[in-house]
């Protein structure tokens, strides 16, 4: 089992950065043997993906955070950081940390993904 925490939400102007952290603990959890992506959830919508890390560490992003966005590996194994510059009022939704072992043509599909934190709210006023 793998638990998820996600951290370093929390309000901001527009063109600010922020730092959301995933840290993972159970078993001996390994973030160079999973996917680790982030989705993240607006009011009213769909959660949809925002980027992902593979396990041979290739990264792959949502055209609305491309060059604004870097997805990236801790210090230590059990940690994955999102860097948000440049950030828009668009992106103003709760984010979530997922991780699973989802195949390379379907790292973006939500489905695949096995094991979820509960979600930081980053909100970005204009």
């Known amino acids: 089992q793998v638990q998820l925490v996600e951290s370093g939400g929390g309000p901001v102007q527009a063109g600010g950065s922020l730092r959301l952290s995933c840290t993972a603990s159970?078993?001996?959890?390994?973030?160079?043997?999973?996917?680790v992506a982030w989705f993240r959830q607006a009011p009213g919508k769909e959660r949809e993906f925002v980027a992902v890390?593979?396990?041979?560490?290739?990264?792959y992003y949502a055209d609305s955070v491309k060059d604004r966005f870097t997805i990236s590996r801790g210090n230590v194994r059990t940690t994955v950081v999102l860097q948000m510059d440049a950030l828009k009022a668009e992106d103003t939704a709760v984010y979530y940390c997922a991780t699973g072992r989802p195949i390379l043509s379907s790292i973006r599909d939500r489905n695949l993904y096995s094991y979820w934190g509960q979600g930081t709210q980053v909100t970005v006023s204009s």
């Open positions: 159970g078993s001996t959890f390994n973030s160079y043997e999973y996917a």
């Open positions: 890390i593979s396990r041979s560490s290739r990264t």
